[in-house]
């Protein structure tokens, strides 16, 4: 048996304390990624989806019963359900239950193909935090359910925690980075609450683990190496993490691979769509007239503006019109195209009146465009306009008149090209 470890969760946070296996030691390589086929969901007999035909031995989810010891078995894995809470919505167990027999056997066969076949689901009302990970169990707040009835991947972090088994002294960041990693790679239901890993920000680095680690390990994984994930998970399992796994897997040490990630830190799918165009904003720096109350750099500060991420967006509450974004260019160049991309939220903070103004000395301005009455199809999504211009400059100046009808700004993007 496991001896007790114990992760706590907040926004799925875990303390992590020790955990003990008995498996053979392999060498240092990454864990080869197996394909696995998506468990089929389990549900209960009183309609819906039909259960795969060659899953066996599934009872049905009892609807009926609340409290108590609910068993479920699928394609070799067992999962006790424990309830004390008899204002639980068995619903929510219906959806915890299908969550873990899809991702638990995905995460097992990439990260641990010897990880324990039996799990335990325990909704508790004297647990307060969100969830937390021990022993083979994961406890969960049954008002923390009730008030966020669709983060139902809470399951996808917390039994990650089961598969890692870490038993060793590696850092506590690194394994809230890749539990939150196989959140954002397996998880089923993210979108539905708008839940995703966190874009880079100046104010934090990796050691803040969780969305803010799992944002760089995916960018590395992108960038660097497309094993490192389970590079780094075959160290900490095996308890020969260090320093130098980094080096190894990437020629680069830990904080190189860092500074590297913050020159241009967006994933593939976050970067900003220009098309054939040439991105004349790379490299450029940003000024507001009014900025986030954080201050620059901080998540929702205007440094988002220009960090070809369409996923982070510059926030302000109280706009005040004539709010002006500027950008020195690295170096002069004729400009005659632009993108500007919605937030991810709230489409009445949307810009809808604006200039664009162009300078070579920052003090004597000329407007290239204007567009008096403009909107967004959807979230997180990158309108481009071109304009006539032949003159080469080194400053261009967004000037925001009004937004959609809020009394707050948001943009995720604006970006000046060439085409």
């Known amino acids: 048996m496991l001896p ?75 999962l006790i359900f424990l309830n004390n809470d008899p204002d639980f919505d068995t619903s929510m167990r219906t959806k915890y239950v299908n969550v873990f027999f ?131 998970n075959n160290a900490m399992y095996h308890s020969i993490y260090a320093p130098s796994v980094w080096l190894t897997a990437t020629g680069e040490t830990l904080e190189e691979l860092w500074a590297d990630y913050g020159k241009n830190p967006a994933l593939t799918e976050e970067k900003t769509p220009i098309g054939d165009a040439t991105d004349l904003t790379v490299g450029s720096q940003i000024s507001v007239t009014q900025e986030n109350p954080d201050g620059y750099g901080s998540p929702e500060s205007s440094f988002e503006l220009n960090d070809n991420d369409i996923k982070s967006k510059f926030l302000l509450y109280g706009f005040q019109p004539g709010l ?13 195209a632009y993108v500007m991309t919605s937030g991810n939220d709230n489409p009445d903070r949307d810009p809808s009146n604006w200039l664009i103004l162009a300078s070579k000395d920052s003090a004597n301005w000329t407007l290239l465009d204007g567009r008096p009455n403009e909107s967004f199809a959807g979230r997180n999504t990158t309108n481009k306009y071109t304009f006539t211009n032949q003159e080469s400059y080194q400053y261009y100046m967004l000037v925001i008149n009004s937004t959609a009808g809020s009394g707050d700004f948001q943009l995720s993007e604006w970006r000046i090209l060439q085409q």
């Open 324 to 336: 002006s974004i500027r950008l020195k260019l690295k170096t002069p160049a004729v400009a005659n």
């Open 102 to 232: 899809i991702v638990y056997p995905e995460e097992a066969a990439r990260f641990n193909p010897g990880t324990i076949k039996k799990v335990t689901f325990s909704v508790d009302t004297a647990y307060h935090d969100i969830a937390g990970t021990a022993n083979g169990k994961v406890t969960f707040n049954p008002e923390y359910c009730r008030n966020n009835p669709n983060d139902v991947d809470v399951v996808t972090h917390e039994v990650m925690h089961i598969v890692q088994a870490y038993s060793g002294d590696g850092p506590g960041w690194l394994t809230e980075g890749i539990a939150d990693y196989a959140r954002y790679t397996y998880g089923v239901h993210n979108a539905d609450i708008g839940w995703t890993v966190q874009p880079y920000s100046l104010t934090k680095d990796y050691t803040a683990g969780y969305g803010e680690a799992a944002h760089f390990l995916l960018w590395l994984e992108q960038n660097k190496n497309k094993q490192i994930v389970d590079i780094l």
């Open 4 to 78: 007790l470890i114990l992760f706590n969760s907040k926004k799925t946070k875990s303390k992590r304390m020790k955990n003990c296996r008995i498996l053979n030691i392999i060498f240092f390589t990454a864990f080869i990624i197996m394909s696995c086929k998506k468990s089929v969901a389990v549900v209960d007999n009183s309609g819906g989806n039909k259960k795969d035909s060659t899953v066996a031995d599934t009872p049905p989810i009892d609807t009926t019963s609340v409290t108590g010891i609910h068993t479920y078995i699928q394609g070799g894995d067992t």
